[in-house]
């Protein structure tokens, strides 16, 4: 499945669990502002999800 539109993804720091969101194009994924550490995808947050 192709994305072409900005999208909400939450991000998560692997060592303090610092976690933010941002939309993918649009911005870059950064480092954690706590600590520095680039941070990783933690989830794709996609409209119709289950829970």
């Known amino acids: 499945m192709q994305r072409d539109k900005a999208e909400p993804i939450q991000i998560q720091c692997p060592k303090c669990r610092h976690t933010e969101i941002v939309y993918i194009p649009i911005e870059a994924i950064p ?20 829970t």
Do not use: A
Request: charged share 35%; net charge negative.
């Open 31 to 50: 480092r954690c502002p706590e600590c520095g550490t680039p941070m990783i995808i933690k989830e794709l947050l996609d409209e119709g999800k289950s």
